[in-house]
């Protein structure tokens, strides 16, 4: 059975951070496309990072480029979102992702709330 479990969420100051874990069972998460999405109510779920399967490659959207970094430890099952300089547009539900697109897999959480305010 497969589970994805995200923590770290909470609320924080403008400029702040916060780390989102993912802690992953029943996947391989070196083999599948692990990402992280967000989303807010009222409007579509939308990528935030993805480490490639196989590789180090990330990949980000332009609006957390420079700010979020997304790791992966293969040994733990987990994967890691480091979100600095955090502004009030990030607020959302933060969800974990594992993709293995040629299997016709994925996966999902039930996310994480984050909250950035004053």
């Known amino acids: 059975q497969v589970q994805l479990v995200e923590s770290g969420g909470g609320w924080a100051q403008p400029g702040g951070s916060l780390r989102l874990s993912c802690e992953t069972s029943?996947?391989?998460?070196?083999?599948?496309?692990m990402s992280w999405y967000r989303q807010t109510p009222g409007k579509e779920r939308e990528l935030v990072a993805s480490?490639?399967?196989?590789?180090?490659?990330?990949k980000y959207d332009d609006s957390v480029k420079g700010r979020f970094t997304i790791s992966r430890d293969n040994d733990k099952k987990t994967i890691s979102l480091q979100m600095n300089q955090l502004k009030p547009e990030d607020t959302a539900k933060y969800y974990c992702?594992?993709?293995?697109?040629?299997?016709?897999?994925?996966?999902w959480g039930k996310g994480t709330l984050v909250t950035v305010g004053q």
């Open positions: 992702n594992a993709r293995r697109s040629s299997w016709g897999l994925s996966y």
């Open positions: 029943g996947v391989t998460v070196s083999i599948y496309d």
């Open positions: 480490i490639i399967k196989n590789s180090n490659i990330s």
